[in-house]
């Protein structure tokens, strides 16, 4: 374990990059061992700071920017014990560096939050767990992504589809 609370191993490993087309996919890792009935995570301010190499060089190569994390980098006050601790140093690299989209999990609900961007604002987006039947009032879902180069900004459509209700199939574009 480090000073800020994130394991050695994640700082060596994290971020990852694996480009899909004219995707990236950026992998950053929130792990840290909390005690019971917590469920915080903690980037650390050395994936942080190389994350902006990351995201500047990846925007320079004209890719579609996701970031994959864990927690929400957007968290209500609720939240205090399951949250990204490190939220605010991420926002303000996002604001300088941008990314065009952000995936989450950890709380298992659907949601969409908006975060400054250095252009526009950028989506950051979580799912309900795709087995979380009854244990939530969001069901199992799932997002389908269509991304494609437009004249001068990227465009991304998203379908989610899960359940509702009864066993209802949902789908909204």
């Known amino acids: 374990m480090r000073g800020d609370g994130a394991p050695a191993e994640a700082a060596a490993r994290f971020p990852f990059v694996r480009v899909r087309g004219p995707v990236a996919l950026v992998g950053l890792s929130t792990a840290v061992p909390t005690g019971p009935f917590m469920a915080w995570g903690r980037l650390g301010m050395e994936q942080i700071e190389r994350l902006g190499g990351v995201l500047s060089d990846l925007s320079r190569q004209n890719l579609f920017r996701i970031v994959l994390l864990h927690h929400p980098p957007v968290a209500a006050k609720r939240d205090r014990f399951k949250r990204l601790k ?88």
Not at 126 to 141: E, K, N, W
């Open 86 to 173: 490190d939220a605010e140093p991420f926002r303000r690299l996002l604001q300088k560096h941008g990314a065009e989209l952000i995936l989450h999990g950890h709380h298992h609900v659907r949601s969409l939050a908006w975060i400054d961007g250095p252009h526009a604002p950028i989506p950051a987006v979580g799912v309900p767990s795709a087995s979380a039947i009854g244990h939530h009032d969001d069901r199992a879902g799932y997002n389908l992504y269509r991304i494609e180069p437009g004249q001068e900004r990227w465009r991304c459509e998203m379908i989610s589809r899960g359940l509702a209700g009864e066993g209802t199939v949902l789908e909204q574009l």
